[in-house]
């Protein structure tokens, strides 16, 4: 069971009330306020044993999920936490260095969508989703990555429809985002390419997806093969530490950001994130790895795509 943590009201916190001689472990869930991230964030107050912080943008709803996991007698602490703000994600940096001595398991679950007929242009829409899904998860992971304690666990939450934007991209985009030496600046220039060509109206000719809900599917594409890297860094420069970054698709889910049709609830979409983020100690698998129903997707392989995926 987790310690019961009780942090200041302001970004900044106080030490959370927990027995800090040891330096206990601590799991944190980005974007966890309601949907998918909540229900993590309860597995693992149920599940994980350390500290559970569950962080989210907007700092009075981000309170109300902790009293409401509070009245089902879990003890997460809350942290506020804007993936878009480097300043809010460092004070959230320095208080897990300061308070914990690093970060054992960490869950990047924040990110926006739109639905497929929103009137918002196509380019802010491009701007919007690439800033938060992709730029956003990589500061957090610029930023906390380096904390990661020995036999420490992280889970990116991204989509299979990271796979549709692949499968629709031209080859020559193909081969770039299935290329093993990729390096996380040379995707960051191609997120913001997209974007650009979204922008000046070019996207299909420059060999951009041609699909539904192609500004999310491409931010997604970005998640996968940034989890990609990053654990190809992970084994290279921390090989003794047995760090394992994965990342996974939680499906079609039953949330404010899948609508009311997703086949999935939010507790069955938690099970793969979950499972991921509490591989056992001695695991030296899945790393680098996409994960869908628990089982491994080879990227750029997927045989057979689910029917709720919108070409």
Request: hydrophobic share 40%; charged share 25%; aromatic share 6%.
């Amino acid at each position: 069971m987790a310690h019961s943590l009780i942090c200041s009201p302001h970004s900044t916190p106080i030490a959370c009330q927990a027995a800090m001689s040891s330096a206990p472990r601590v799991a944190l869930v980005t974007g966890a306020n309601k949907g998918i991230g909540f229900a993590i964030t309860r597995d693992l107050c149920r599940q994980f044993s350390g500290d559970v912080v569950l962080t989210a943008r907007d700092e009075a709803r981000g309170r109300a999920a902790v009293q409401q996991l509070q009245a089902e007698g879990l003890t997460p602490c809350f942290h506020q936490l804007d993936i878009e703000d480097l300043q809010s994600i460092r004070v959230l940096r320095d208080f897990l260095r300061k308070e914990y001595k690093g970060l054992d398991v960490l869950v990047n679950n924040a990110g926006v969508a739109f639905d497929t007929g929103d009137p918002t242009p196509l380019h802010i829409q491009a701007e919007v989703t690439m800033k938060t899904n992709f730029f956003g998860t990589q500061a957090v992971c610029t930023e906390l990555l380096p904390l990661m304690k020995p036999q420490g666990r992280v889970v990116n939450v991204s989509s299979i429809m990271s796979f549709a934007a692949l499968k629709s991209c031209s080859p020559e985009l193909q081969q770039k985002f299935l290329n093993e030496t990729i390096t996380e600046e040379e995707l960051g220039v191609l997120m913001k390419k997209f974007v650009d060509d979204i922008k000046n109206g070019v996207h299909k000719e420059e060999g951009w997806p041609d699909i539904k809900l192609v500004t999310y599917a491409v931010s997604k594409m970005g998640v996968t093969v940034l989890s990609r890297i990053h654990a190809r860094n992970l084994s290279e420069q921390r090989r003794g530490d047995k760090i394992l970054l994965n990342a996974c698709c939680p499906g079609w889910v039953r949330t404010d950001m899948g609508g009311p049709k997703g086949i999935k609830s939010p507790e069955e979409a938690a099970e793969d994130p979950v499972y991921l983020a509490l591989l056992p100690s001695d695991a030296e698998r899945p790393h680098g790895d996409f994960l869908m129903e628990k089982k491994v997707e080879q990227w750029g392989l997927l045989s057979q795509f689910p029917s709720w995926v919108p070409f």
